[in-house]
């Protein structure tokens, strides 16, 4: 059984950093492509980031420069480095495969950005 846990959210103000980890277990990680995701309050959820199995990321516009993605295979872990964080970040972040696996959402973690 696939699961995936979601940590390091928080409370930060704006142009603060906070770094996101997902555990994954239950699955060969390595092999797989994964995202992350968020969706903020009466939005619907959207891909901010991904790496391939190989290490290659792509990020959305909206990100691009402030956050990176990396993953530690040996650890079976994957990470969210957001910089310079915007009021607009403010969301529940996620992780899960690219493309995402509907069953193997996690609880999230909670990012909040004041102004």
């Known amino acids: 059984q696939v699961q995936l846990v979601e940590s390091g959210g928080g409370l930060v103000q704006a142009g603060g950093s906070l770094r996101l980890s997902c555990a994954a277990s239950?699955?060969?990680?390595?092999?797989?492509?994964m995202g992350w995701y968020r969706q903020a309050p009466g939005k619907q959820r959207q891909l901010v980031a991904h790496?391939?199995?190989?290490?290659?990321?792509n990020y959305a516009d909206s990100v691009k420069g402030r956050f990176t993605i990396s993953r530690d295979n040996a650890k079976n872990t994957v990470y969210l480095q957001m910089n310079s964080l915007k009021p607009e970040d403010t969301a529940v972040y996620y992780c899960?495969?690219?493309?995402?696996?509907?069953?193997?959402w996690g609880q999230g973690t909670q990012v909040t950005v004041s102004s």
């Open positions: 790496i391939t199995s190989g290490g290659s990321t």
């Open positions: 239950g699955t060969i990680f390595s092999i797989y492509a």
């Open positions: 899960n495969k690219e493309p995402a696996v509907e069953l193997y």
